[in-house]
């Protein structure tokens, strides 16, 4: 008995493998795939405080920390005291990072007039020559900055991304390690309530 080579189980299988061949060595691939996975549900960002007041214990304002701009400029967040400081950490070879970067742009435009509330997405590699292009390749925008000073003490965890939410006293109200889908509904509504 002669066994066929090109059954459809096999051709299954080969494409099964290449697919995930292709997602263990394509970040873009990877992000695709946590990007549905945003879309249909996971991945969802914390709708309330996630920092106590132990951890704030202490803060009389927000933690020293400078930015600088692609153009070059510098800013310390604790001038900007009275406003709502949404800060993203990320990268651009990091698949959760580019998952989540199509929300942050909808939130940013969402909310660009808004006085109350700034937004800094922070390339963790400092390298405006990888993060100012992967901004405009996708369309996107968001600003990009860098850190110019050491980064305040629990902002940055081991992982990326990780979004840091600083109210308009100064306090830490939100820390999220992970991508996740920053135009959901109450996540929305959580940070218009903040930002009145």
Not at 24 to 44: C, D, N, Y
Not at 120 to 131: A, I, Q, T, W
């Amino acid at each position: 008995m002669k066994m066929k080579l090109f059954t459809r189980p096999v051709i299954t299988n080969v494409i099964i493998g290449a697919l995930m061949v292709f997602l263990i060595v394509s970040p873009q691939a990877k992000a695709l795939m946590i990007e549905g996975f945003m879309k249909i549900g996971l991945f969802q960002p914390p709708t309330s405080s996630t920092v106590n007041e132990k951890e704030n214990a202490g803060n009389n304002g927000a933690p020293y920390l400078l930015l600088k701009s692609s153009d070059g400029k510098t800013l310390n967040i604790q001038d900007l005291k009275g406003k709502v400081v949404f800060i993203n950490f990320w990268a651009t070879w990091c698949p959760p990072c580019i998952a989540e970067m199509p929300s942050i742009n909808a939130l940013y435009k969402r909310f660009k007039n808004n006085p109350n509330i700034v937004f800094f997405p922070v390339d963790v590699d400092n390298n405006f020559s990888k993060s100012v292009p992967f901004m405009k390749k996708n369309a996107y925008a968001l600003p990009v900055y860098n850190a110019a000073s050491q980064l305040p003490e629990g902002f940055l965890g081991n992982a990326i991304p990780t979004t840091v939410i600083i109210d308009k006293t100064g306090k830490m109200v939100l820390r999220h390690e992970g991508g996740a889908d920053y135009t959901n509904k109450k996540f929305v509504e959580y940070l218009e309530g903040i930002c009145r």
